[in-house]
């Protein structure tokens, strides 16, 4: 008797950006493995039909982008902690008769960030976030989890930065964006969670000169990889973590649920995305 291939999709709307099948089907070339990982356009009226059906077909789970991963959650029997705590889920299991959701969106931030700065430990450390969208929320509940002290959101739009104190409780400070250069002194990590930075989209513009020299800083953007942020402070003597060794980690606990091994981040992967992302934007 043979195995039949396991299946994996990535449903989002659009869906054409999307680097996963890139990543997962390298993986799945690496190791010799026969499966098939795919894109699914749908739309956010046909959601919950369209989803359906891909379990329907036989897949056995995958990947939801946006702007699916909270309209999700309705249709899934069971989610893991860090997906009731981000409010969103991204990976999918159909297993048995149950569809199981989880988040690894936090996952994929934090194993980065211990990849690039191997001495930093998050406990009891502070942090400063920039942004209070879904992205913000992944950042904080994992750093949460692993013991952080104190953060500060600082956000645009306040209400948005007060809701998810409301959310994730007192260890959350929040701040206006007027005073995004001033909170940075006592700060072990900057985040930017904005879209500020991105190719097409307003600089970011923030004078880092306060942080503490062993202050870690991060970028969530990975278009352009070395965002100015990343790049003033590279120059400035901070270790940096980019968006894309996220985007890379965040797709390992899915590849091994669906296709039965733990799979690596390498060089060579990252540089394929890297070449991938050159010729299309
Ligand atoms: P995601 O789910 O990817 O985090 P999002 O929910 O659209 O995306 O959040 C984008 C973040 O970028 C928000 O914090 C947004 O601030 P507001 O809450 O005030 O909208 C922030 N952002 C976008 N454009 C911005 C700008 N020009 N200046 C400051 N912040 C901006």
Excluded at 45 to 60: E, M, S, V
Aim: proline share 4%.
């Amino acid at each position: 008797m043979t195995m039949k291939s396991p299946k994996a999709f990535v449903a989002g709307w659009p869906i054409d950006h999307s680097r996963s099948p890139l990543i997962h089907q390298y993986w799945l070339k690496t190791y010799n493995i026969s499966g098939e990982y795919k894109k699914k356009a749908i739309a956010p009226d046909k959601f919950a039909a369209g989803f359906l059906q891909l379990r329907d077909k036989g897949y056995c789970g995958g990947n939801i982008t946006i702007p699916h991963k909270v309209r999700v959650m309705k249709l899934v029997d069971e989610t893991d902690v860090m997906a009731r705590k981000i409010g969103a889920v991204n990976t999918i299991c159909f297993h048995d008769d149950k569809i199981i959701g989880s988040n690894t969106d936090g996952y994929g931030f934090i194993t980065n960030l211990q990849a690039c700065a191997p001495q930093w430990s998050c406990r009891n450390s502070h942090a400063v976030i920039l942004g209070a969208g879904g992205a913000a929320r992944a950042v904080i509940a994992v750093l949460l989890s692993r013991g952080a002290q104190q953060i500060i959101l600082c956000n645009r739009t306040l209400e948005k930065a007060t809701e998810l104190k409301a959310r994730f409780g007192e260890r959350i400070e929040v701040c206006g964006w007027e005073r995004r250069a001033q909170i940075l002194t006592e700060t072990d990590l900057l985040v930017n969670t904005t879209s500020l930075g991105m190719i097409g989209k307003p600089r970011l513009d923030i004078d880092i000169g306060g942080l503490n020299e062993k202050a870690i800083v991060a970028d969530l953007v990975y278009t352009p990889l070395e965002t100015r942020l990343l790049h003033t402070a590279r120059r400035n003597g901070h270790t940096i973590a980019d968006g894309l060794g996220m985007l890379l980690y965040q797709a390992v606990p899915g590849f091994e649920i669906w296709f039965g091994r733990r799979p690596q981040v390498t060089a060579e992967l990252r540089d394929l995305v890297i070449d991938d992302l050159a010729k299309r934007t």
